[in-house]
Structure formats: C-alpha cells, structure tokens
C-alpha cells in the first residue's frame, strides 16, 4: 500500500471518530443535564486517552511515510556535493524553467518562485502519476526544493494552487537525461510526427485553452505564405513561431506575440524544403507541433 494510501486512511479513520463523538454528544444531550462532577471526571479522563490515542495514531503515520519522503534534508547537501540548481518561475499561466532538462541521479535544486500569484509547482513521475516533487511558487519569496530523479524521462509539470482561470492548463516538461546525455525519446515531449502536406499558401491556426488546435502546419516549399493565427485566450498572449527542430535555438520566422482575443496574419518568407517547429513562444513547454515545408 502506498503512502499516501496510508495517510488517507488513517485520516478517513480520525474523521470517523469525531463523527462518532458528534453523534454520542447528541445523543446524550437528550437525556437531560447531569452531575457537574460527575461529567467532568467521565471528561478528563476521556480526555487523557484521546490525546494519548492521537499521539500514538500520529506517531505511527509519521513512522509509515517519513521513510518514503521524496526530499533529501538539506543538511545532507554538503559543499561537496554535485548540484544543479534550476529556477523555476510561476506565471500566469506558464512555467519558466531553466534549464529544462537535468541529469539523473544527481541532486537537483529547485529555486522556485512566481512573479504574480501563489502557484503550486508539482513535478510528476509520469510511470505512476505520483507527486514527486511539490512546493508553493511565492511571490517576492524564493522556496528552495532539493530532489534527485533516478529514472530518465519527461516529467510532467503541472500547478496544484488554483491560481486562476487557466489554472489546469498551467503545464510543462521537465527532461531527465540519462547517461547519454539525452531524454528517451519514447518518453514524450517530442514534436508529433508530420501527418499533414501543403494545400496551399494560406495556413490558418487558432489557441484556445493554452492550446493550438492544430499540431502540424504545412507550407509548399520555395514559396511565400501567410498564417492567419487567431488568439481565443482573452488576455492571454500567443504567437507562432518557426525554428529548425524542437531545441529552438535556430528561428526561422518568429510571430508577433498578441493578446487575445484578437488575429492576426503573418507574413512569412519563403522556406526550404524540411520538416520543422513551431510554438509559441511564451508558452513553449504547452503549444508547439511539427512544420512541414515540401
């Protein structure tokens, strides 16, 4: 049994037996009033084995799921120790994390805050949808969080403190690379493969919910072409952009960023034949999909 399985039980367990002492005060309160003395000496020494009951309920639980606490204590991280220390920034609603990927087993330091509201930055293992890391994203407050990942793979992130309307598309991806250097592929977080070909020069793509509607855009290679992009998000900024692959770190053509609700139409260069990327910018870890130009 897991956990959190335990701890829920045994709150489900407390929870019975106040019920149950809710019900036996009302009960007994129809029976009319007592002997003061008599009352307070059956009530002292209730008293005495309920706090000696909780004590023992309470000892046990932490018994059962300290051991399995996902955190090394930061007193176990020495000067001597590896750490990679990654700046995690909440917003609304976005994750800005830097770097994206770390290396496994190593001691990762998240430094993490918010530049708005509260946020709840959870890292979740994608094998067992289990939170393996959670900790609040405070304005003006850097909250230090120290874990270490032992399997390899693209992470979910997602906020866990309802900080708004979008507050469950506020998602990301952290990589752990294994010893190559790199995130299995088969974990995720790869553009989707090209299932779509040119139909001519006017593409048209839309956002809504911190999601385009489209992952995969088409243009005839050689040729200038436009994108009508329509931003449903109210208040929220988008954009396309175009790069070489999914590191994004040789644009070809970047959008203007609006806010919706509003569209707008790009005027893009014609480009090479190849299969690309593109995303938005400001939510790049949320939107993004697989630019064929042939």
């Not at 049994?1 to 829920?8: K, L, N, S």
């Not at 000496?41 to 000696?52: D, L, M, S, V």
Request: net charge positive; aromatic share 10%.
């Amino acid at each position: 049994m897991a956990p959190q399985e335990i701890a829920g039980l045994l709150f489900l367990a407390c929870i019975i037996a106040l019920g149950a002492g809710f019900i036996t005060v009302a009960v007994t309160a129809r029976r009319g009033p007592d002997d003061y003395e008599t009352v307070t000496h059956t009530g002292y020494r209730i008293r005495r084995y309920w706090f000696i009951g909780l004590m023992i309920i309470g000892l046990v639980a932490l018994g059962l799921t300290l051991p399995h606490m996902p955190y090394p204590l930061t007193r176990q991280v020495s000067a001597s120790t590896p750490v990679t220390v990654v700046h995690v920034s909440g917003h609304q609603w976005q994750w800005k994390i830097s770097p994206s990927k770390v290396p496994a087993n190593r001691t990762i330091e998240f430094e993490v805050t918010s530049t708005d509201v509260n946020h709840g930055f959870s890292v979740i293992d994608p094998s067992n949808n289990e939170i393996v890391a959670n900790v609040q994203a405070m304005p003006g407050y850097v909250n230090r969080l120290y874990v270490s990942f032992h399997h390899p793979g693209f992470y979910p992130v997602r906020c866990l403190e309802l900080c708004g309307l979008y507050h469950t598309q506020m998602l990301a991806q952290l990589g752990v690379t294994g010893k190559n250097g790199r995130v299995p592929v088969a974990s995720g977080g790869q553009p989707p493969a090209a299932k779509c070909s040119p139909s001519g020069t006017s593409l048209q793509i839309s956002a809504h919910g911190l999601h385009f509607d489209k992952n995969c855009l088409a243009a005839p290679a050689g040729k200038t072409f436009t994108i009508t992009f329509t931003n449903s998000d109210t208040g929220v900024p988008h954009n396309v952009a175009i790069y070489t692959d999914s590191s994004a770190g040789k644009s070809l053509f970047k959008g203007q960023v609006v806010t919706g609700a509003k569209t707008v139409v790009y005027h893009v260069p014609a480009l090479s034949a190849g299969t690309y990327y593109f995303r938005c910018d400001v939510h790049p870890t949320q939107m993004f999909g697989t630019f064929v130009v042939k």
